[in-house]
């Protein structure tokens, strides 16, 4: 099996139930993803600014932290028309 292999049906279907156990005790020992990348990153962060001024900071202070989505309300189709119509210069004239 090659790691290449992107789609997660496929690469289940090649990792037997041992394989699938050691990975999942070794996720739990050093976990992987970006926010562990995230957190490693705010580590490095946070150990810069303490050299620099000594406890000032905690380390959640670097952790990124994403708002959620807002809800954007779509164009009605005539909006879409619209905005066509003046990219191809056959919109309104002011």
């Known amino acids: 099996m090659s790691f290449h292999e992107i789609n997660p049906d496929v690469l289940l279907s090649k990792v037997d139930s041992r394989q699938l156990s050691e990975w999942y005790a070794f996720y739990r020992i050093n976990p992987w993803g970006t926010y562990r990348q995230d957190i490693n ?7 810069t600014v303490d050299s620099h001024i000594p406890n000032t900071t905690t380390l959640e202070d670097f952790i990124v932290k994403f708002r959620e989505p807002e809800e954007i309300e779509p164009p009605s189709e005539k909006e879409l028309q619209d905005k066509l119509m003046t990219m191809l210069g056959r919109g309104k004239r002011k």
């Open 41 to 47: 990153a705010a580590v490095v962060a946070k150990a």
